[in-house]
């Protein structure tokens, strides 16, 4: 039986910087598998919003978790797990396009 066992890594609470924001974004790992959760998460749409790991908050040292799935609500994002995700201590909401960070958290 696969062990399920919940571990919990970090978390911070989400910060605005061009638009409004709530929240939390916890790291998780469930037996193997790394999560990155978002709770009680609202802010608003934007074009093209990618969620991404950063070790600061910029766009130059991340990993992409791929397009926002929800605007509101608690959302999971699954983490490789070959990604050392000690190196990245920010969450960022990234709007791709325009190259504007929406929102952060900051993990701890």
């Given at each position: 039986?696969?062990d399920k066992t919940?571990?919990?890594?970090s978390s911070?609470s989400?910060?605005?910087?061009a638009?409004?924001?709530?929240g939390?974004?916890?790291l ?6 790394k ?5 009680d998460?609202e802010t608003?749409?934007?074009p093209?919003?990618?969620i ?8 130059k ?14 959302v ?9 995700t000690?190196?990245?201590?920010y ?5 791709e ?10 993990l701890?």
């Amino acid at each position: 039986m696969p062990d399920k066992t919940l571990t919990f890594i970090s978390s911070g609470s989400f910060q605005a910087r061009a638009h409004d924001v709530k929240g939390t974004a916890a790291l998780v790992k469930i037996g193997e598998q790394k999560i990155l959760r978002f709770e009680d998460f609202e802010t608003i749409n934007g074009p093209d919003l990618h969620i991404y790991l950063a070790s600061d908050l910029s766009d130059k040292d991340y990993v992409d978790l791929g397009a926002i799935r929800a605007t509101k609500g608690n959302v999971n994002y699954n983490v490789d797990e070959k990604i050392d995700t000690a190196k990245y201590k920010y969450v960022l909401v990234w709007c791709e396009p325009f190259r504007v960070l929406f929102s952060y958290a900051e993990l701890k």
